[in-house]
């Protein structure tokens, strides 16, 4: 078992910053992929951005260029540095880690972290 927790939510002014940050513990399983969903109001949860155990980077189109993936392997934490913030990222952001024992690999979530933007 994997537990995942995050922190960093809450209210911020459009244009402004964030940083979200979830720390991973367990377990006898690997840490491999790391990264963050968010999930607005009516609308699918979508991905954000993830970070290999190499460092390699994807990023959703709407966050390139304003969001940052990053990890401390050492801690098992991930951070998402969230810049130029916008009303259209108020979402429940959501922590998410691709852990893996033997040859298989398992999905796990944290809970959730509210972050509102206000306009």
């Known amino acids: 078992q994997v537990q995942l927790v995050e922190s960093g939510g809450g209210l911020v002014q459009a244009g402004g910053s964030l940083r979200l940050s979830c720390a991973a513990s367990g377990s006898i399983f690997s840490i491999n992929v790391m990264g963050w969903y968010r999930q607005a109001p009516g609308k699918q949860r979508e991905l954000v951005a993830t970070?290999?155990?190499?460092?390699?980077?994807n990023y959703a189109d709407s966050v390139k260029g304003r969001f940052t993936i990053s990890r401390d392997n050492a801690k098992d934490t991930v951070y998402l540095h969230m810049n130029s913030l916008k009303f259209e990222d108020t979402a429940d952001y959501y922590c998410y880690v691709q852990a893996v024992r033997g040859m298989i690999s398992y999905p796990f979530w944290g809970q959730g972290t509210q972050v509102t933007v206000s306009s």
């Open positions: 970070i290999t155990s190499g460092g390699s980077t």
